[in-house]
């Protein structure tokens, strides 16, 4: 069973479409080009601030995925659940990972944690 990421965060601020393409030069001085890839894989960075009992959950969460190694479901909200401010996703849940084996905090005051996470979409 895939476990699901289903934490809020305060916005999803980049989000990128990535190809892989070879490009092989020929004898001739011409190009030859080949896409390695049948679609896109999109990657989403996710801003979070947190308190001590969110920010321990989600890495217990990144651990237990032990970093980039385990995929998991996360969903792209199109808004947020309590305010309904608009976060710019489309709501469909994506099969994701971590970009990194490394997570990160920066502490403030009042046990507050901001964090930035990478996800990256994981294709059949």
Not at 81 to 91: K, R
């Amino acid at each position: 069973m895939t476990a699901t990421f289903n934490y809020q965060y305060k916005r999803a601020y980049q989000v990128s479409s990535q190809w892989n393409t070879i490009v092989d030069d020929v004898y001739s001085g011409g190009e030859q080009r080949r896409n390695l890839w049948t679609n896109p894989r999109r990657k989403w960075v996710l801003e979070f601030s947190k308190d001590d009992s969110d920010t321990n959950a989600i890495m217990a969460f990144f651990n237990a995925r032990k970093g980039r190694y385990e995929a998991f479901n996360w969903t792209w909200l199109a808004s947020h659940p309590v305010t309904g401010e608009n976060l710019g996703g489309d709501g469909n849940v994506y099969t994701v990972r971590f970009d990194h084996d490394e997570l990160s905090m920066e502490h403030l005051n009042m046990g507050y944690k901001n964090f930035q996470i990478t996800f990256v979409e994981v294709t059949g």
